[in-house]
């Protein structure tokens, strides 16, 4: 049996973090970009093992000593905008037919990876204020996510991967992005929440935009009252957790997951401490919204987050009360400025640098792809993947533990033959973009 690997060695980890860089819009998906996407997800599998072993602290410090928490800011904000500038006018292309999917699979993925290792450190004070004026274009950031996962919650739809023909590309790669994107959404509501843990030592500019500008405490009701990560399907209730769909049973139907109890702590952070009181609009509409909770703060739910007393004691007080209006002192006010300056910079270029990717950053050649190949194998290392697993494999139809998995792909689990083949038509576009891999290295 192979060993089962562990964090990387102090000095590989301050090699890849000093290596860390930003990169032009036009670049992503080269062959510099990639290997700059090699280092984040090193990075981010590092991460994982070592908060697992209590042993995160060496990242967040060579984070910290190299400031490159804005660099990865820099990077999730431009490849966020490359999905949804350029990769719908990408997929429009007639001459857009790639000899292999997965170099574009990487770049969907990167975003994924980066707010993935930001969740992994921004639990730590000295990360947060390490963003420095960044925070500002990551409250955004954070802010866009939950919107979507708010609207989402307002759509009576199945859980996402669920239902649906078999696409072919680029609609499997356009049904892929959808599916990242909630589960990046996800992951940006844990990364909002570590901010709005240290609001007493934020900028005055970073508690604006959180309350004033984008009124997360309204949005963050949203999601207590829609729940985006829960649904019934067939009268059956199932929950989003560790990145797919699982059936709750009955006697678990009460428990808070990590997801909620993310969106109450962030609640609690921003309608309780001083600083966000003395800042925040207790207007009609906002005084109405939050007084929504009160019909989810259930016994139940504070027995499982006993700080949730202070809320409702706060909530109390606020029905009976008219708060004083936040004061109107004179602040120059800062504003985000990664986001603005990519898209200023490139604004109008969109097919441009659609056209300049389709050939030279998505169509390699043979050998440049075998070479691809060779490196994502190192990369994205199985035994390093099963490492990551928080639990024993579960079936991806039925939820309970699996003892066989997709020997094509080697990424999904099943409980029977019969829930394999149930799941087939739904995994087959997931599987292809990983199979190629293995497929490429085994013609090495």
């Known amino acids: 049996m192979a060993a089962v690997p562990g964090p990387l060695q102090p000095a590989e980890a301050e090699a890849l973090v000093r290596a860390l860089q930003g990169s032009e819009l036009r670049d992503i998906g080269s062959q510099g970009w990639l290997r700059q996407h090699e280092y984040v997800e090193k990075l ?74 930001l969740e992994t450190v921004f639990f730590y004070k000295e990360i947060c204020e390490s963003a420095e004026d960044s925070i500002l274009d990551l409250i955004d950031y954070c802010h866009r996510k939950l919107t979507l996962l708010a609207a989402r919650s307002t759509k009576a739809q199945a859980p996402l991967g669920e239902g649906g023909a078999d696409p072919v590309p680029p609609q499997e790669l356009q049904k892929q992005a959808e599916m990242m994107e909630f589960e990046i959404s996800l992951k940006a509501l844990s990364v909002l929440r570590f901010i709005t843990d240290q609001v007493g030592s934020l900028p005055l500019s970073a508690l604006t935009r959180m309350l004033n500008t984008h009124n997360l405490p309204c949005i963050l009701v949203e999601l207590v009252e829609h729940c985006p990560w829960s649904c019934w399907e067939a009268g059956k209730l199932k929950k989003f957790e560790n990145g797919t769909w699982h059936v709750v049973p009955p006697e678990d139907q009460v428990k808070m997951t990590k997801l909620d109890g993310q969106v109450w702590l962030a609640l609690l952070n921003l309608l309780l401490s001083p600083e966000c009181q003395h800042k925040y609009r207790f207007d009609g509409f906002n005084k109405s919204q939050l007084l929504k909770l009160r019909a989810f703060l259930t016994d139940i739910l504070i027995d499982q987050l006993p700080n949730l007393v202070e809320m409702q004691r706060f909530l109390s007080y606020l029905a009976v009360t008219d708060p004083a209006p936040p004061k109107k002192d004179l602040i120059l006010e800062q504003v985000p400025v990664i986001r603005d300056h990519v898209l200023k910079k490139n604004s109008g270029k969109w097919e441009a640098i659609a056209k300049h990717q389709v050939k030279h950053a998505f169509s390699p050649t043979e050998e440049e792809l075998k070479l691809q190949a060779r490196r994502w194998a190192q990369t994205y290392s199985l035994d390093m993947m099963e490492a990551l697993a928080p639990d024993k494999p579960r079936c991806r139809v039925c939820g309970v533990e699996a003892a066989k998995r997709c020997s094509r792909c080697r ?34």
């Open 411 to 444: 990424n999904e689990w099943y409980c029977t033959r019969a829930c394999q083949v149930q799941h087939w038509q739904k995994h087959k576009p997931a599987c292809n973009l990983m199979a190629e891999v293995s497929r490429s290295v085994d013609d090495l």
């Open 44 to 117: 981010n599998m590092h991460g994982i093992l070592s908060a697992s072993a209590g042993q995160e602290q060496l990242l967040t410090e060579l984070l910290v000593t190299h400031a490159k928490i804005p660099v990865l800011i820099g990077e999730l904000i431009s490849v966020e905008i490359w999905k949804h500038k350029i990769f719908p006018v990408l997929c429009r292309l007639e001459d857009f037919k790639p000899r292999s999917t997965f170099p574009i699979y990487v770049v969907l993925h990167h975003e994924a990876s980066i707010i993935n290792l």
